[in-house]
């Protein structure tokens, strides 16, 4: 089966974006391919962390990732910086990316205006993205809008090492992900959902209380019209216009394992009060299972020790093969026989 990788970064809380976009994809992966599902904390601190709380974002994000679905027994989860082969093909890499192709990288344009200080390992974060996916020999790596320059990045990078030293890394592809991964801000619609969104009330998160998520739902906004209106709604879609009821009838869409236009279909002309309390309702009857999974799973550490330790093995099997060779083609230390 062909070798997908994948991971998020354990700053902030997940929330119901990071559910729609990724894990939920991951989920329907684990059947068709063989997975690495990674904690990605080291590209977490490439802006400023408190410690303690990392630590316990590290276990969290891996108990989120059993509790919404990802099967041990299929996927390999495992913490990014427990593998120091990662931070090691990442100075080899390094050694062939040039300043300027770093500094085109829009997400680090947008990332460092809105840091004080800006470090040089946010600049280098899409080398480290690089060496997460090329270590793995991965053949496919889902990818949204924000991330497919890395990618291009990625696989420039392997091209160019393979070029000067020989066939060396295997040349990943995108997976593509869905129309409804794209989740925006219930108060921005015109934003991304985040984890540091400013405002609260404009992201869900998967360990929100229901009345937290009701109170978000109630206050989201939508748009200038009275009710649900799928011709109006057909048309923001096809122009790519801002809509806030579109973006709920994505969630869910999303949550419900319907599609965008029977969502749409369904919905039309319900006022944005009934549609509000239905989504809420909805959103009792997906989160509660997998919060009642999540705290059931952080009381049980010996199991998510064990899962994330089988990952860790499976992982560095890879990675430690790949690192070598890459190694020895540059002429690095004694040859390994």
């Known amino acids: 089966m062909k070798r997908v990788f994948s991971g998020i970064q354990p700053s902030g809380d997940l929330h119901i974006g990071n559910y729609i976009g990724a894990i939920k994809q991951w989920i329907a992966m684990q059947e068709t391919t063989d997975p690495l599902f990674c904690i990605v904390d080291l590209h977490a601190i490439t802006v400023p962390q408190d410690p303690t709380v990392l630590r316990d974002k590290i276990l969290e994000v891996a108990a989120l990732y059993l509790a919404c679905g990802i099967d ?75 991330q497919k320059q890395h990618l291009e990045l990625t696989r420039d990078l392997a091209e160019k090492f393979n070029k000067r030293f020989g066939l060396t890394f295997k040349i990943p592809e995108p997976r593509i992900i869905k129309e409804q991964a794209r989740i925006m801000s219930l108060q921005d619609p015109a934003s991304k959902m985040s984890k540091s969104d400013a405002n609260a009330l404009g992201t869900i998160k998967l360990l929100d209380p229901i009345d937290e998520v009701k109170k978000k739902i109630s206050r989201a906004v939508t748009d200038s019209q009275s009710g649900v209106n799928k011709e109006f709604l057909e048309k923001c879609f096809q122009d790519n216009t801002v809509n806030g009821t579109l973006n709920l009838l994505s969630i869910y869409a999303a949550i419900t394992d319907m599609s965008l236009s029977d969502v749409m279909s369904e919905k039309d002309g319900m006022r944005y009060s009934e549609l509000k309390q239905e989504i809420t309702d909805r959103f009792e009857q997906f989160l509660s299972p997998i919060q009642e999974r999540y705290y059931q799973i952080r009381k049980d550490e010996a199991f998510l020790q064990t899962v994330l330790s089988q990952g860790q093995d499976f992982a560095h099997g890879i990675s430690s093969e790949v690192l070598q060779k890459a190694s020895n083609v540059m002429g690095l230390g004694r040859v390994k026989r």
């Open 72 to 146: 041990p027994e299929k996927s390999h989860i495992f913490i990014q910086s427990e593998n120091p082969d990662h931070a090691n093909l990442t100075w080899l890499l390094n050694c062939l990316t040039s300043f300027g192709l770093l500094s085109r990288m829009t997400q680090f344009k947008d990332k460092s205006q809105k840091q004080a200080e800006v470090f040089v390992g946010l600049f280098d974060y899409p080398v480290l993205m690089a060496s997460d996916i090329l270590l793995y020999d991965t053949d496919e790596v889902p990818v949204g809008e924000d």
